[in-house]
């Protein structure tokens, strides 16, 4: 049963639903993994707040909440956020409200976060399943992160030095995949939830 309590609310959980945690590098392929397993109905992703600029195609409200940095800092005061943390100069956080209304509708809820706001959640909600993506090697990692196109070198060389930190703390999560092939990878995590 989860329960955990903020300031303002208390949250408890039955047993029918189940709070995801999936957490990798950029570039092991979380994201993807993450949009096949919304395919079934049983399973929502938490969208996340964001201080970075939206990428070509993301969608405010669909991919991340995108807000200025001020207004960040206004719900972190308000204890808005179950988790938040920097990552590569931009925030990024996970509202209450979005674990509370997911926990009451017993829904499976991924929440696509890194390591550090991954640590967070799994101190306040144990019962939280972990699951860590990993490339296969460096070398496809860096791959990944170029073919995105999205960024320059600089940038994918300071997410490869960010990568290689947060892969020390996979220890920490419930499970480890590494993310050869997606579909595989998928039905890795499909066994892991039932599903």
Known sequence: MYKFIFEDSIISKGEKGKLVIISGPSGSGKTSICKILTKNPKIKQSVS????????GERDGIEYCFIEKSEFEKLINENKFIEYAEYCG??????????????????????????KGALQIMDKMPEAISIFI????????????????????AVIEKRFIVAREEMGYSKHYDYCIVNDRLDDAVKEIEGILNL
């Open 49 to 56: 707040y964001t201080t970075r600029k939206p990428r070509d």
């Open 90 to 115: 931009y925030l990024y956080g996970t509202s209450v409200s979005t674990i509370k209304e997911a926990i009451d509708n017993e829904e499976i809820l991924i929440l696509a976060i890194d390591v």
């Open 134 to 153: 990993n490339a296969p090697d460096d070398e496809t990692l860096k791959l990944r992160m170029k073919n995105r196109l999205t960024e320059d070198d």
